[in-house]
């Protein structure tokens, strides 16, 4: 792999995410936290208006205007998209701020704990993720990955290598000092890899790892006019990555009837019930759980 000669941590995309956030704000205070040998590591809120204002974004969320058509789109002019548009020009066309690596950091309501979401097919990502669910079995890899012709609409899609952090379940504009300190340590761990495989050394994988590979998502069941029709039935409230079988609860009425999971096979979901998603018309989505084989050595 080429070498990686500066690291992007983001935190904020979303402005109402606090542990990003906050955490970008310490290692922005304290940098020596985040030197390692190697290579330079820079932070930033990517999100500042949201944040002060608490909320997710001002106009639109700031990690859908990533797709490379709609930041080279004059038209789109809107907050976060003349955001987007200079956080590319950052972290992509200045010399130096030119970024090889970029970490972002989000939370979530749902219960997905500490999550690495792949959005990209680059070997060099999965194998972070392995390594990191080595150190720390409950590391989780969800690959969202989006096909070779596809492109990511997300902050950390401006470089090929790199990823977002998502954990939870915490509220929305909420700290909770484990988590935080979770998300923290695991940033470390990053940057100590990335450090280490600069320098030349081999690190081993020792153990096939545990992927969620993304299915499809569902929406909530609704009546004619569009109005929510049914919650996500307690029984799978909070059971992100528990395997949902046929058969088996997934939405419960107003009135308590049962909506069941009507799929021939087993699936796992996430990002269930999770607040921000409501707007986006998605109560979960689907993932497959897959146990993977990587070359032993980077």
């Known amino acids: 792999m080429n070498q990686?000669?500066?690291?992007?941590i983001a935190g904020g995309t979303h402005g109402n995410e606090f542990i990003g956030?906050?955490?970008?704000?310490?290692?922005?205070?304290?940098?020596?936290?985040i030197q390692r040998r190697s290579f330079e590591t820079i932070t930033f809120l990517a999100n500042p208006q949201a944040f002060q204002a608490v909320r997710?974004?001002?106009d639109t969320?700031?990690?859908?205007c990533f797709?490379?058509?709609?930041?080279?789109?004059?038209?789109?002019?809107?907050?976060?998209?003349q955001l987007a548009k200079s956080i590319s020009e950052k972290l992509v066309r200045n010399s130096t701020t030119r970024t090889d690596f970029i970490l972002d950091l989000h939370s979530t309501t749902s219960n997905m704990g500490l999550t690495i979401i792949l959005d990209n097919h680059h070997p060099f990502n999965f194998k972070i993720a392995a390594l990191l669910q080595q150190i720390n079995p409950l590391v989780k890899i969800y690959a969202c990955s989006f096909d070779a012709t596809a492109k990511s609409p997300f902050l950390n899609s401006l470089c090929e290598l790199g990823f977002a952090i998502e954990v939870g379940a915490i509220p929305?504009?909420?700290?909770?000092?484990n988590l935080f300190q979770q998300t923290e340590t695991l940033v470390y761990q990053v940057l100590d890899l990335l450090d280490k495989l600069n320098l030349g050394e081999n690190l081993t994988i020792n153990q096939p790892i545990t992927t969620y590979k993304h299915l499809t998502h569902i929406d909530y069941?609704?009546?004619?006019?569009?109005?929510l029709a049914a919650m996500v039935h307690p029984n799978l409230q909070n059971r992100?990555?528990?395997?949902?079988?046929?058969?088996?609860?997934?939405?419960?009425?107003?009135?308590?009837?049962?909506?069941?999971?009507?799929?021939?096979?087993?699936?796992?979901p996430v990002f269930i019930n999770e607040a921000a998603y409501y707007e986006k018309n998605i109560a979960m989505c689907f993932t497959e759980k897959n146990e993977v084989y990587l070359d032993s050595e980077i």
């Open 61 to 64: 969320d700031l990690n859908r």
């Open 67 to 81: 797709l490379p058509q709609d930041l080279q789109d004059e038209s789109k002019n809107s907050y976060e998209e």
């Open 172 to 177: 929305q504009g909420v700290l909770l000092a």
């Open 21 to 33: 956030a906050y955490l970008v704000q310490k290692l922005t205070q304290f940098p020596h936290l």
């Open 240 to 268: 992100d990555y528990e395997p949902l079988h046929p058969g088996e609860p997934m939405f419960i009425t107003f009135d308590n009837h049962e909506i069941l999971y009507e799929g021939e096979s087993i699936v796992y």
């Open 221 to 227: 069941p609704r009546d004619k006019h569009g109005n």
């Open 4 to 8: 990686i000669h500066r690291v992007a």
């Open 56 to 58: 997710r974004y001002i």
